[in-house]
């Protein structure tokens, strides 16, 4: 059973930072594509980061320069450091893994960003 457990959402100021991190079952994370999307309130989920095995990465547009997306495929994580967040950050952040046809999502972590 492939699991994915996200950690390190909460509250965060404007132009403050947060550290999403995305724990995988056995190696999954040396073998897939891992990425971070998020989905507000009314809105579809969307793609804030992408790395795969080869750590070539690609950003949404809204999030270049401000978030940086690693793996530690020693620890089976991946992270999204997220500095400068805006208001329009707030969403739930999802991590997902990706081999091909086959693709698992974690449960979610809540970022609010609001003064």
């Known amino acids: 059973q492939v699991q994915l457990v996200e950690s390190g959402g909460g509250l965060a100021r404007p132009g403050g930072s947060l550290r999403l991190s995305c724990a995988a079952s056995g190696s999954i994370s040396s073998r897939y594509a891992m990425g971070w999307y998020r989905q507000a309130p009314g809105k579809q989920r969307e793609l804030v980061a992408r790395i795969t095995t080869g750590r070539t990465t690609n950003y949404a547009e809204s999030v270049k320069g401000r978030f940086t997306i690693s793996r530690d495929s020693t620890k089976n994580t991946v992270y999204l450091q997220m500095n400068s967040l805006q208001p329009e950050d707030t969403a739930v952040y999802y991590c997902?893994?990706?081999?091909?046809?086959?693709?698992?999502w974690g449960q979610g972590t809540q970022v609010t960003v609001s003064s």
């Open positions: 997902n893994a990706q081999l091909f046809s086959l693709s698992y």
